[in-house]
């Protein structure tokens, strides 16, 4: 079955640029999409489809990826983009949903 | 604007059978894809499996042995059970809608969650 690979922490300091990267081989045939997990909260979508940003998601969220590698960058990271961040894909194995680890970034 | 409501026991004795529902309101059940996921206390996600409205289902290889899916599609409702439950079974369960379709950018296709439930927390113990 697929995999999808995260590190599992990410630091940043306040309002310089922080990436979260996924690897995965089920991403050279689909788009990662990913979701931000606060404490307490239900996971919510912030990038799908390579780069677009549901309603809400601020702009200094964006997606890219290149080959088997996702990579979700915070541009200016602020204090509450501090959370939990899982990639996901659909895959083509026996198991057609799978999800990475998560990384906990954490803002300095 | 869709919501998902979602409900079932949330305290279950070991070799009990798991038993959730969700509800959608204010969108359309066809087209897209029903899972249910859940999380161990301080772990990942993990997705436990699907439904179309038509009752097509899929299943994590590694639950599917214990696990069924139904659909009930007057009702824009679909339910999970999870037979024979153990305290690895421990979890905040999310019942989410699946959307599915091909990129603009490029030949590959995306598929994201982006409507969750409110979570339910159920826990095995004796």
């Known amino acids: 079955s697929s995999e999808l690979t995260q590190d599992p922490a990410v630091s940043v300091p306040l309002g310089q640029t922080g990436r979260i990267t996924c690897q995965g081989d089920?991403?050279?045939?689909?788009?990662a999409s990913w979701y931000q997990q606060k404490p307490g909260q239900a996971p919510v979508v912030v990038i799908y489809?390579?780069?677009k940003r549901p309603s809400g998601t601020p702009d200094r969220f964006s997606g890219s990826n290149s080959g088997s590698t996702a990579s979700l960058t915070i541009t200016g990271a602020q204090a509450e983009d501090e959370a939990d961040y899982y990639c996901h894909s659909r895959d083509s194995s026996d198991n057609p949903v799978v999800f990475g680890g998560g990384t906990k970034l954490t803002v300095l | 604007q869709l919501q998902q409501q979602q409900w079932g026991a949330g305290l279950l004795k070991p070799s009990e059978t798991l038993s959730l529902s969700c509800v959608v309101y204010?969108?359309?059940?066809?087209?897209?894809?029903w899972s249910w996921i859940r999380q161990a206390p301080g772990k990942g996600l993990e997705w436990i499996g699907e439904i179309t409205h038509s009752g097509s289902t899929n299943y994590n290889p590694s639950l599917k042995s214990r696990v069924t899916m139904s659909v009930d599609t007057s009702e824009n409702q679909f339910s999970l059970k999870m037979n024979s439950v153990t305290a690895a079974d421990t979890a905040m369960y999310y019942c989410a809608r699946g959307l599915a379709g091909r990129s603009a950018y490029s030949s590959k296709s995306y598929y994201y969650f982006d409507y969750w439930g409110q979570g339910t927390l159920v826990t095995v113990s004796s």
């Open positions: 089920s991403l050279r045939t689909y788009y």
């Open positions: 489809d390579n780069n």
């Open positions: 204010g969108g359309s059940f066809r087209g897209y894809y």
